[in-house]
């Protein structure tokens, strides 16, 4: 809003100049001045008299636009009753842009409620989201005029508004925002969501499978969207602390999630930092993610809570690799799977070479990679079991899997509170063999001496697909005789294709955003009309505040004054 | 250095002056004896007229012819014959000649031969001339003069005078008239270009004189190129006026003179007074046989 004092000055300043650049007047003697002044005495007469009447008209305007201007000033109002609330959505997806440049919703939204205040009755009050603080037009006004300073810092997504007359909710329809409003409080929501296109990286974590001893590898994932349905070209690059490690162009479709493993053993120590950058991309929100690998930075880790579980009506696909398709039929976990309900085997396949060459890429219908008796190289993107891995060692501590029997251990310790172990006992439980060496992401559910019989990874931080390891031969064991095979099996399927937490559940420094967030133009509202965006631009002011009329009076009183007290002629 | 030139009168126009006498409608008693038919009736030799006797009056003067034809007493009346008391005001301000030169000086010498012609005509007729030159303030008073002899001193007198100074004819009047009780004819030369103006007319006016007021004007004064925004700085008070051109600028300046003199000549008017416009552009011979002759003079012997 443009400082009341400037006008004035600028008008100042232009007499000013205006009086300094006046031609100079050439000095002419005359015998007397009494004849010349009385000439002008006599034209003053009558300009005297037009004078007054323009000062009276003048005077009439001036004291009309006092008058009106005042009517308006909101010192002079009454209360007008309970206040209106305005509620700006604070999710992030709010402060995407518009298509072609254009300020974001956020600042649409600003602008749409400055068209409601000035809109409404003189000497209504306004709310701001929670603040039961009641606001003038003007102070309203002076918060709507930094949106991303004045209504983006109010994190929370179900607020409760203040009492009000009527409640405008200004959102994009994304992301949990339910405003608490009283019960029968008339309620408007004024969409600002407007389509455009985005990409985002959606998942980017650590993934160290428990049996991989060559380092940690990042789980990298990347949503795109577009409202025009075409491919979206995308470059990715991927740098550690000293320089960029990858870089890669992506072509993606709208809705496909691309997803890529990425060796960290050649990075250097300290954080990894994924960009993108896509054209006409709207949200810069998600184009950046960052990692740390806790193992190689010598932190502890993050363990991110789960919010929600997906709820299922399919039974979960799974896809078995083993060293040979023979070795897995008519083992105790394929009669555990068989009978499990929750679970559909869609294939079961042979890990290609005896020394952990990398399997094929599981089909995409697979919601779990199960390995029997072997590990793959480099982990899949997916959920995955191992079973009796070849990381498994004898129980006794020294001989082979396959000099067994050796004298069994007893699991002695488990982690009961687990919900892979809920309605499973594992207590005394004879194995005999173990798992050699435990990951350092990964914690041991339950253990037999120092050995470790289950162990749980992830997701690790930057959350990536979960993964459990048996880490003793089922088949050689008496848990295959008893029915807690079937529901460790059931609870091994469900925990790991639990959805894990996203958002704002991750650490800050991780960049990451809500999946939802990635999909800017999901929304159930109807986008914003064209119309209101070619008026966002036109100034949002009242055309006649008591302001500007007050304004025009003081200068009009000013000039009034200057011509007939100074005489002024320019 | 003396400017006799301007008082150069043909012999001719000289003998006509002579015929001409200052005209008056109050003498006052006493003085010398003089050519003006006073006001009363006293003890001259000339018949007058008749009135009735009241006590106390001089039985000497009483017309027994007329008592035995009327049966009334009759006094017989004479009219006294006096000098005249003229006071000359001559205005020297500045603006009489705002420019040095004989062209500049126009209104200041033509102002001279009215003064010159009228003392003339005073101490030709026996009148008592008091000339007193002002501008600020009285300069040197010359007077009063009596006899035709003192013509050549009230002229070396005129001719030594010069303009400087503004107008301040009301302390003028004050300062002549302070001390010199005898009324008589005031005439005042000037151009009237100044505000104190109608106040040292106004101050004449108790004092009972009769006045005559001679503007002289020149048509100069109202002539300057206007053709941008010009200053005009006052020739006796030195004040400026910023002016914008404007059309007919001057034309009006024309009328609203016209308009100044006007104005004036009816206060004179109103107050029994005589006001004579003299144009320098007009010949002396002229003003003095037209306009001075129906304002100010009239035939004498």
Redesign the interface.
Known sequence: MMPFWLPLGITALLVLAIYLIR??????????????????A?RKRRRDRLRWLLSLLLATTVAGFLSVGASRAPWLQPGGGDPIALAFDPSPTMQAGLPDGGPSRIELAAAEARRIVLEAEAGSRFTVNADPTPLTSTEVLAVLSDPLEGLSNAPDTEPAIPTARRVHVFTDGIGPYTPIVDPGTETHTVSVLVPARNAGIVRFATRPPATRVAGPEALLEILATDPAGGTVPVELTVADSETIRIRRQLELEPGDRFTALIDLGSFAPGPVTARIATPGDVLPLDNRAGLIDAGRAGTASTRLPVRHARSRTEPRRVLVVARSPGSFAGSAAALALEADASVDVVGVRAATGADDPPPEEPPPAADIATFHRTAPAIPPGMPALYLAPPQAIAAGGLSAAAEAPLSPRRIDRTDASHPLLAGVSLLDLPVVVAARELDPHCAALASAGDRTAIAVCGPPPGSGPRSLTVAFDLDHSSLAQRPDLAALFQNAAAWLTETPAIAGDLPADTGLQDERATLINASTLEPVPTNHLANLDSPNRRPWSWRTLALAGLLLASFEAITFFRGL?L | MADHSVFTFEPAFLARLERLRLLTRRVPAGGFKGEHRASHLGSGLEFADYRPYVEGDDVRHLDWRAYLRFDRLLLRMFEEHGDLAVYILLDCS???A??PGPGGRR?FDAARRIAAALTYIALATLDRVTLAPYSGHVHQILGPLHGSRQVWRALDYLANLDTGGETHLDRTVREVFAARRRRGLVIVIS?L???TTEGGLDLLLPLRHDVAVVQVT?HR??E??LD??????????G??????GAPN?LH??ER??E??REEIRARCTARGWSFIHAPVEASFEELALGALRRGLLSRGR
Do not use: G
């Open positions: 031609p100079t007047a050439q000095a002419l003697p005359v015998a007397s001045t009494v004849l010349w002044r009385r000439l002008l006599a002629t | 500045h603006s009489m705002p420019t209104k151009d270009l100044s505000d020149d004064d109202l300057a190129p941008r925004d010009t200053t005009l700085v006052d020739s006796e008070t004040d400026s006026l910023r002016i914008h600028l009006r300046l609203e003179a308009a100044h």
